[in-house]
């Protein structure tokens, strides 16, 4: 008699929690709703094109950075030499924004209390924002690639639609766009750690902007320490130390241990980062 007289919204007396896809889906639209997003990824889909047009005003003249040159009369290197340029900062930046709005800024804002106490389990709320981070990562790495490839077949052209490696052989197409997805696979794999450090240094504080100074400042620090020769003994323990080996999608036949090496660094990163975020979220008062 009494399930008869039980509000609607319960079950046994107990709250009924939301469907797990339909919290993603929620988690999903307050991401991509957000108009820092959507100008950012426009920003980043920039950054392939005026690759293209400063490599084809400048022409092959054999000087610059040495997957830029590559790019002249090669377009298919581009989408991996923008890539390889924005995961050296510009990436890691986007990434950082969104883990920092993810928890921090939830809670300077004052909707992470009604979170908390929602009939929601704080390991779902926990997957629910890493999930959100993802997604930023993969779209904006998605967008460099495919706008890159666009960019680098219209602007910059090739030969017949082949990829030139830099041992001098030459790709097909199909097996230069698997090449690219390969690098795409990689770097959001680079991304999903830097977002998992966010995401633990996020959970700790009230305000975004330690989040990106934290995790753009340590950033900046693996970059020193990695190039001091005396700390070398450092590079295993560095997630930046691996992070020019998507290059090595351009070389042939091609070399997998850089990027394997990086990725279970960066699935190191990712474990301990979602360890301490998922601590926190657990002990922390509504």
């Known amino acids: 008699m009494t399930a008869a007289v039980t509000d609607p919204t319960t079950r046994a007396g107990t709250p009924r929690t939301a469907p797990f896809g339909r919290l993603l889906g929620a988690e ?26 400063g490599v084809a005003v400048a022409g092959s003249t054999g000087r610059g950075p040495g997957l830029i040159t590559a790019v002249a009369g090669n377009g298919l290197v581009l989408p991996v030499a923008a890539m390889t340029l924005s995961l050296a900062l510009l990436l890691p930046l986007a990434v950082s924004m969104a ?26 709320l926990v997957v629910m924002k890493a999930f959100g981070v993802l997604v930023v990562a993969t779209l904006a790495t998605l967008v460099v690639a495919v706008v890159g490839v ?88 560095l997630l930046t130390s691996g992070w020019a080996a998507g290059a090595d999608a351009l070389r042939d036949p091609l070399p997998l241990d850089g990027m394997v090496d990086s990725s ?17 979220m657990l002990r922390r008062d509504a």
């Open 264 to 280: 279970l660094r960066a699935l190191c990163y990712v474990a301990v980062g979602m360890g301490v975020t998922t601590y926190r």
């Open 99 to 124: 883990a920092a709005d993810a928890i921090a800024g939830e809670s300077a804002h004052g909707t992470l209390r009604g979170l908390l106490l929602s009939p929601v389990s704080r390991l779902r």
């Open 150 to 237: 666009l960019a680098g077949l219209v602007v910059v052209g090739g030969a017949e639609g082949q990829l030139v490696t830099l041992s001098g052989t030459s790709v097909g197409l199909g097996g230069a766009l698997l090449r690219v997805g390969l690098v795409v696979v990689w770097v959001v794999g680079q991304l999903a750690a830097v977002g998992a450090v966010a995401l633990a240094v996020s959970a700790f504080t009230e305000h975004p902007l330690v989040v990106l100074a934290a995790v753009l400042g340590g950033l900046i620090v693996f970059g020193v320490l990695a190039a001091i020769p005396a700390l070398e003994w450092l590079q295993p323990w």
């Open 28 to 53: 999903l639209r307050w991401v991509l709703r957000r108009p820092r997003t959507l100008v950012m990824l426009g920003l980043f889909a920039l950054i392939p094109v005026l690759i293209s047009i």
